[in-house]
């Protein structure tokens, strides 16, 4: 809202840019939410973290002081903060792919591992928070979880055995995903019953099979 109020008129966002002035070599104006492009919501709190400051300074003029209301207190501020942190995998891998120029499949479970991990840590942390705000983070977190994991199972076997062997395949990989998903489940990698075993079994047979 408070990005439409500043950006609605030239005169507006030419105040804005002048409270910057002398305080920083690019001024820059708020950006809003783009529902279609899920990063859009992170670099719009990203910028308003950078600009809060001049925010600030812009909401004091006594001609906005309907505004004032919407001036980000400090706990808000923190609350932001925390959103970001629980996005940042998903920034860094969208980024890091998409400015790949070569074969990035054998990346796939890497990636989704992380995202795994990251947010299994992030609801571990505000599983027993009765803060509303964290209560409220700790349930979109899970739902985004429920999200990645209906993404995760729709992969057939056909897929699944070439994310497996291209994994394999990596020389900086290896078993090594294999293992960590049967140590964090306390098996031992070793057993016939385990991930690394399993997935090193289909991939030889894959590959004698071809």
């Known amino acids: 809202m408070l990005a439409v109020l500043i950006t609605l008129t030239p005169g507006r966002r030419n105040e804005f840019i002048d409270c910057q002035k002398a305080k920083v070599c690019i001024a820059?104006?708020?950006?809003?939410?783009?529902?279609?492009?899920?990063?859009?919501?992170?670099?719009?709190?990203?910028?308003?973290?950078?600009?809060?400051?001049?925010?600030?300074?812009?909401?004091?003029?006594?001609?906005?002081?309907?505004?004032?209301?919407?001036?980000?207190?400090?706990?808000?501020?923190?609350?932001?903060k925390y959103v970001m942190e629980v996005l940042r995998p998903f920034r860094y891998w969208t980024l890091w792919i998409s400015k790949r120029h070569t074969v990035t499949l054998h990346h796939v479970i890497t990636v989704y591992n992380d995202m795994f991990d990251h947010m299994d840590g992030v609801m571990r942390a505000l599983a027993k928070k009765k803060t509303p705000w964290k209560e409220d983070l700790f349930f979109a977190v899970k739902l985004a979880r429920q999200k990645l994991s209906k993404y995760y199972a729709e992969v057939t076997p056909t897929t699944g055995m070439l994310l497996i062997s291209v994994h394999i395949l990596d020389p900086c990989r290896k078993l090594q995903s294999f293992r960590k998903w049967d140590k964090g489940m306390d098996i031992n990698p070793e057993d016939e019953t385990s991930s690394t075993t399993k997935s090193q079994e289909a991939f030889l047979k894959y590959v004698e099979n071809e």
């Open 28 to 80: 820059v104006l708020p950006i809003m939410d783009v529902k279609r492009r899920w990063n859009s919501t992170l670099e719009l709190l990203k910028r308003a973290i950078r600009l809060r400051e001049f925010t600030r300074e812009w909401l004091q003029n006594p001609k906005y002081a309907e505004c004032w209301p919407l001036f980000t207190t400090q706990n808000e501020w923190t609350i932001v």
